[in-house]
């Protein structure tokens, strides 16, 4: 597999960095370089050492003594990875090697950047002055700081890290950590190459006796002399690439030793760690059996008793108000805070919540504030409590809906359609999804709207005589009552005080936007679990209450309690909206067919006309 490389070199003085210069940009001879091929500059000049000093003046840093003025990097892979790769793969690696440096570094102090091309593997070389802006106790000032980077072990392989998680996308592994190889530097690896010299080749030498065929004295001496230096030139790049290859093999035997050396120190390490974490797991195991226990115990903490010695207050809404604006409700071991949308379970969690701690310092203050005895005590409190819950549970009535009475329908449609004006396609919806139905109780006809759950139900009179409005007994009032949606239900909930106002309000507004409109069967306040619930599915909660003092006083105090926007009808009710929409829209009709037929101008309707009183009628046209 293919890996990520990245080396580092250190530059105390401006004398290695002009050598490092001179060799990035060619301007000394570098054997393994094809010449015929251009490398690319990316950042800074041709001279890196100007680039470093410009910075270290521009920033007015003071240098020390022996300290590193720069880093050089090179940033490459396995060759077998370039074997495979186009010249925009190339450029591809090299900018991300770039952004790593310009985001690690930030990016005004990578000064020089230069991809080289020219030899067997592409890489790139990265020159880095390592400005440290990071505020001190003794003062602000801009300082060299490479010890920040890569000051010990650790934080060099967290550079290497960092380094493998910008180019990993090409699919490069990492190398070894705790490698016990020691990397060859660049520099070293040209030394080696450039430090070998050729053997003195013994080539055959041609006597001067043999006058036979060569001539005599200075006519054979010269012919001698320029056989020899003819076989030397020949010979010279055979043996050259020869030695080359051979310190190569070396340098690759010595790295295989290396790496063989670092894999039985890894076994070893690996074997004692091993047992290390044995003796932990069985450490782990005893501590868990013996604390399980109590921290059940503790996690079992009545929540009420917990919130007050963490010093929320309860209002009079049982929610339980923190100086940090949190507005938590709880109910037996949960708890949920509404401002900022975040529940749990059990009072260590209540603990890390409200005190912004981990779960050893949760257990430390829960330990502080209940001793074992408290805790069997608050424990025994809670089930106590629990139990007396259950009990008037079991005694409440059970929920049953009132019996359907379909002969009875007509007539209850025809109240929705033509004296609540509601339309009748929307009647008909509701009747076929069974959430509205006639029912009959004492000879009055009565209309019966029931939720998604089925738990709870509101029921209306019909009879202009006898009104008569309320909820079916044992109705689970915090589930919410009769709902309905547009199409997309989107995620704005608008609550309103009748089934009735539902639909008017779904009416008026469906083709306007998308939303979901419940009854909560009156102007409640403290019945809103189903508001909690919104809450927690990310929900834009609307109040839509009646426009009147009990309307309005509930929809203020709802806000006080929770995040909830403020929707009012422009008249006293919804349904008083819609109803109002239809004769303003019916009088428009009918002045345009007065206006057709040339009867003259209709007089316009009193606003406050009540449709259903007889000692008000309209004016007749003139």
């Known amino acids: 597999m293919n890996k990520a490389i990245m080396r580092m070199e250190k530059h105390k003085n401006f004398q290695t960095i002009k050598a490092a210069s001179n060799h990035h940009y060619r301007k000394n001879l570098t054997l393994n370089a094809n010449p015929k091929i251009k490398n690319k500059r990316l950042i800074g000049s ?14 007015c840093i003071k240098l020390r003594k022996n300290g590193i003025k720069a880093l050089e990097f090179v940033c490459t892979a396995s060759p077998d990875f370039f074997e495979l790769s186009d010249d925009a793969d190339i450029q591809k690696f090299s900018d991300k090697a770039l952004a790593w440096a310009q985001n690690e570094f930030g990016k005004e102090n990578v000064v020089n950047a230069v991809l080289h091309l020219d030899e067997t593997t592409p890489h790139l070389h990265l020159t880095v002055v390592p400005v440290d802006s990071t505020e001190k106790k003794k003062g602000a000032k801009v300082r060299l700081n490479a010890d920040k980077w890569i000051g010990g072990k650790e934080k060099l392989s967290k550079l290497q890290d960092s380094f493998f998680e910008s180019v990993k996308c090409f699919g490069l592994e990492r190398g070894i950590k705790g490698s016990k190889a020691k990397h060859t530097k ?87 760690l091993s047992e290390e974490n044995k003796m932990l797991k069985n450490n782990l195991q005893k501590q868990k059996r013996m604390s399980k226990e109590y921290l059940d115990k503790l996690r079992d903490l009545d929540l009420e008793h917990v919130a007050e010695k963490l010093g929320l207050e309860k209002n009079r809404y049982n929610l339980y108000i923190s100086d940090n604006d949190n507005t938590i409700k709880i109910e037996n071991n949960k708890f949920y805070d509404h401002y900022f949308k975040v529940g749990g379970y059990g009072s260590i969690d209540l603990v890390k919540y409200i005190n912004d701690c981990s779960f050893n310092e949760a257990i430390e203050f829960l330990c502080q504030n209940f001793n074992k005895e408290n805790v069997v005590g608050a424990v025994n409190t809670n089930t106590r409590a629990e ?54 109780k004492n000879g009055y006809i009565n209309v019966v709207y ?5 738990n709870m139900a509101e029921i209306e009179g019909i009879d202009r005589n006898k009104k ?56 409640r306040v403290k019945d809103a679990d189903v508001l909690y619930k919104a809450y927690e599915n990310n929900f834009y909660v609307y109040c839509g209450y009646d426009n009147d003092s009990a309307g309005l006083k509930a929809g203020d105090d709802l ?18 909206d819609l109803k109002k929409n239809k004769m303003a829209l019916k009088n428009i009709n009918i002045q345009t067919l007065f206006n057709t037929f040339g009867f003259g101008n209709l007089t316009v309707i009193d606003p406050n006309y009540d449709p259903w009183s007889s000692k008000k009628d309209v004016d007749k046209p003139g």
């Open 46 to 59: 041709e001279n890196i050492d100007q680039d470093v000093e410009k910075i270290i003046n521009e920033k």
């Open 559 to 576: 806000k006080n309690i929770l995040q909830m926007y403020r929707e009012k009808p422009a008249n006293e009710d919804w349904n008083e």
């Open 450 to 454: 029931v939720n998604n759950q089925e």
């Open 468 to 523: 008569f409005k309320g909820v079916v007994a044992a109705s689970n009032l915090e589930a919410g009552g009769f709902r309905i949606h547009t199409e997309n239900p989107g995620s704005k909930l608008v609550i309103v005080e009748s089934a009735v106002d539902a639909m008017s309000y779904y009416e008026l507004h469906r083709n306007d936007e998308n939303f979901v409109v419940m009854s909560m069967a009156g102007a």
């Open 186 to 272: 660049v520099k070293q690896y040209y030394n080696i190459l450039e430090s070998q010299t050729l053997p003195k080749v013994q080539l055959p030498v041609i006597k001067s006796d043999n006058t036979k065929w060569f001539g005599k004295g200075k006519e054979l001496e010269n012919r001698i002399n320029k056989y020899n230096k003819k076989v030397s030139q020949n010979l010279k790049p055979v043996l050259r690439d020869v030695i080359r290859t051979a310190k190569v093999t070396t340098l690759a035997n010595k790295k295989k030793k290396e790496l063989e050396i670092t894999a039985i120190s890894l076994s070893r390490e690996n074997e004692k």
């Open 387 to 440: 139990e007396k819950v259950n009990d008037i549970n079991a005694k409440k009535k059970t929920f049953k809906l009132p019996k359907r009475y379909d002969d009875c329908w007509s007539e209850a449609k025809k109240y929705l359609v033509e004296d609540r004006m509601i339309d009748e396609s929307i009647v008909d919806m509701k009747y076929k999804e069974g959430k509205i139905y006639a029912t009959k």
